[in-house]
C-alpha cells in the first residue's frame, strides 16, 4: 500500500478497475463482502501488497467454525509489517505522560530498537514456540517487545502493571513465559506506583521465566534499582539490549503461527488465553483501520487504554498503515476532566479512542474540550467499550465540532477487531452504530436460532473471520473455545452481546448477554473479585453484577453476605475497597457495596448472575428466572425493589 490510498472510497475505485466490480451503496458492499469470502479477502490482500509478500494456495481452505483456515501456504511476519512503512517524514510513536513533553520516536529509532531486542531474545534461545510476557504500561517499550517477539517468531503476552498479582499470576501461569519485561512502576492521576515489589511476586509465581529483562522508567535516579529475582534468574537491563546494533531479521512464519495471547475477563473462572495468529491480525487490522477507521499514513493515532484491553493491540495495528502511533501513559482525567484533550492537543492527534465512560463522565461535567484545547488536528473520534446515550452523542457534536466524525465502534478481545462501527459510506447515526464492518456476516438471532431485525436478540456472526482465535490456551480438544462461542447455535458465532440490526444495517448495543463486567471499557471478571472478597473471613457469599441503565449510566454494585455472626459496617466496607484495590486494581473497586441476606444460585451452584442483572435492568422476576429452579427465590424479588430504586426512566 502506498500513501495515496484513503480508504474505503479508493479501494472501491481500485475493486472497479481490479476486478471489474461496482456497488451501489455501503449495503450492497457488505453483502458482498460476507458472501463471497474468498472474493473479498483476496480483494483486501491485494489491495494492501500482501501479494508482493507471499503468495498462497487457498484463500479459505475450510469454512467450517470452529476451525476455518485461511490463506492456506502464506508465510509473513506481522512486525515486519509494522515496519514496512518506515520512512523520516513522520515519527513512528509519540510517548507522552502525564509530565513532560511529548518524545518523538523515529521509525530508523523503532527499526533498530526493535533489531537489538529481537536479538537479545534469540541469544537467550527464544523462538517459535516460546512466550515473551509484558508486566508493562503503554510506553514505547511495549511496542518494541511486542515487535522484537514477533519479529523471532515467539508468541507476545502482556498484562498492565495495574493489575494485582494473583490477576496477572492467574493469566502469565498459563502462557508459562521463558522471558518476563517489566518495567518498575507507572504514573496514573498525579500518583507513582512502584512495582517492583509485585515484580517479585510474579516471579516466586511464574517458574516458567528463566530471564528478566528489567526497564528503568521511574527510578533510576536511585542508581542501581532494587530489582528482584531468583538464583536461577538471568537479570538484564533493557537499554542494554535495546541500544545493541543488530541487524533485523525476521522469522518467517505460516500464516496461522500464534502471534499473541489475549485474555478474557475470567467471568466464570480462570481467564481463557486467546491466541491470534499472524496472518489474520494483519489482514483483520488492514481492512478494519483502512476501510472502516479509515487510518492513513499521515495520521497520528492516539487510543487511551491499558496494555491490557485489546485496543492496545488494535492501535499498534496502526502500524501497518504507516501511522504515528501516540501512546499516553497516565489518566484521562488528570490534572482534571479535559485530561485527555490536552494530551490530544499536545500531541497533535489526528484520530483519537477512548472509552464511552469517560465521554459520559465530560458530558455530567458540562466541560469544553474545544473552548480549553487546541483540537485543531482531530479528525476522527473513535468510541467504543460500552454503549452511549443519545445525549452524549450530542455533547460530541456540540462541544467538539461537527467537523470531527464521531465512530461508535463494538468489537472485542475474541477478534481484536470490529465488529460493527462507521464508515465514510455511512451517514452517522445518534445513538447507533453505523453499520457492520465488511466481511463480518453480523446479525441478531433469537432463542431459536432465527434472524431477527428491528427486535433485540443475540449478536452472531455467520461466517468465518481471519482473526477468530487460532485456539485457546491449554484448550487441545477446543472444548472450552467451541462452550464459548458456539454452544448456543452450532456452527454459528455467539459473540455474548444483546443487538438490534435495524433495515438501514444500524447496530444498536444494549449491554452483554452474558455476565461480563465492562467497567469503562474494559472486560473483568466476577471470578478474580469473587476470589478476594470471599477470602475475606466476615463474609460468606458475594454477587458483583455490572449493569447499563437506560440513562446511559454504568452500575456495578457488589452485594455480599456476612458471615454467620457478622454486621455490615463501615469498617467491613474499607477493608474491602482495601484488598480489591490491592489483589485486583482500583478500576474493580465497585460502585456500591450492598448486605444482603442471600445470593440466589441455580440448583447447580451457580450465581444468578445474568437474572440479577436483567432484573436491575428492569426486567420482570418471572421473565429470568423459574423460581423452582434457583436457590432463595425470594431473594429475586428483593433485587427487583433494589432496582426499582435506581431511577429508571
Known sequence: MNDTHTGVTDYLHWLRRERGLSFADYAELWRWSTKDLPGFWSSVWEYYGLDTVSRYDEVLADPTMPGARWFTGARLNFARQCLAHATDARPALVAVTETGDPEEISWGRLTQEVAGAAEALREMGVGPGDCVAGYLPNIPQAVVALLATAAVGATWTVCSPDFGTPSVLSRLRQARPTVLIAADGYRHGGRTYDRRPHIAELLHG?????????????????????????????????????????????????FDHPLWILWSSGTTGVPKGIVHG???????????LGLGVGLRAADRYLFHTSTSWMVWNFMVGGLLHGSTLVLYDGSPTHPDINGLWRIAERTRATTVGLGA?????????????????????????????????????????????????????????????????????????????????????????????????????????????????????????????????????????????????????????????????????????????????????????????????????????????????????????????????????????????????????????????????????????????????????????????????????
Open 206 to 254: 511464574l517458574p516458567t521465566v528463566r530471564h528478566l529483562i528489567a526497564v528503568d522508567r521511574l527510578y533510576v535516579a536511585e542508581g542501581e534499582p532494587a530489582w528482584p529475582g531468583r538464583p536461577d534468574l538471568t537479570r538484564h537491563r533493557w537499554t542494554d539490549l535495546a541500544d545493541r546494533k543488530a541487524p533485523l531479521t525476521f522469522a518467517d512464519v505460516p
Open 278 to 288: 499472524h496472518g489474520g491480525i494483519v489482514v483483520e487490522l488492514l481492512k478494519a
Open 357 to 649: 465512560a469517560y465521554l459520559i463522565a465530560a458530558e455530567k461535567a458540562d466541560a469544553h474540550p474545544a473552548g480549553e484545547a487546541d483540537l485543531g488536528a482531530l479528525r476522527t473520534l473513535l468510541q467504543t467499550g460500552s454503549a452511549m446515550p443519545g445525549t452524549t452523542w450530542d455533547w460530541v457534536h456540540d462541544r467538539l465540532g461537527p467537523g470531527i466524525a464521531l465512530q461508535s465502534i463494538c468489537g472485542g478481545t475474541d477478534v481484536c477487531s470490529v465488529l460493527a462501527g462507521g464508515s465514510p459510506l455511512l451517514p452517522r447515526r445518534r445513538g447507533r452504530l453505523s453499520g457492520p464492518a465488511l466481511g463480518v456476516a453480523l446479525a441478531s438471532w433469537d432463542a431459536e436460532g432465527r434472524p431477527v431485525v428491528g427486535e433485540q436478540g443475540e449478536l452472531v456472526v455467520t461466517a468465518p473471520l481471519p482473526s477468530m482465535p487460532l485456539r485457546f490456551v491449554d484448550d487441545p480438544d477446543d472444548t472450552r473455545y467451541t462452550r464459548s462461542y458456539f454452544d448456543v447455535y452450532p456452527g454459528v458465532w455467539r459473540h455474548g452481546d444483546w443487538v438490534t440490526v435495524g433495515t438501514d444495517l444500524s447496530v444498536t448495543v444494549a449491554g452483554r448477554s452474558d455476565s461480563t463486567l465492562n467497567r469503562m471499557g474494559v472486560r473483568m471478571g466476577s471470578a478474580d473479585l469473587y476470589a478476594v472478597v470471599e477470602r475475606h473471613p466476615r463474609i460468606a457469599d458475594s454477587l458483583v453484577i455490572g449493569a447499563e441503565l437506560p440513562d446511559g449510566r454504568y452500575y456495578m454494585p457488589l452485594f455480599v453476605v456476612p458471615a454467620d455472626g457478622e454486621r455490615f459496617d463501615d469498617t467491613l466496607r474499607a477493608e474491602l475497597i482495601g484488598a480489591i484495590r490491592q489483589h485486583l486494581s482500583p478500576r474493580h473497586v465497585p460502585d456500591a457495596i450492598v448486605p444482603v441476606a442471600a445470593v440466589p444460585h441455580t440448583l447447580t451452584g451457580k450465581k444468578l448472575e445474568v437474572p440479577v442483572k436483567r432484573i436491575l435492568q428492569g426486567a420482570n422476576v418471572t421473565d429470568v428466572a423459574a423460581e423452582g429452579a434457583v436457590t432463595r427465590p425470594d431473594m429475586l424479588n428483593w433485587f427487583a425493589d433494589f432496582g426499582a430504586g435506581l431511577d429508571h426512566p
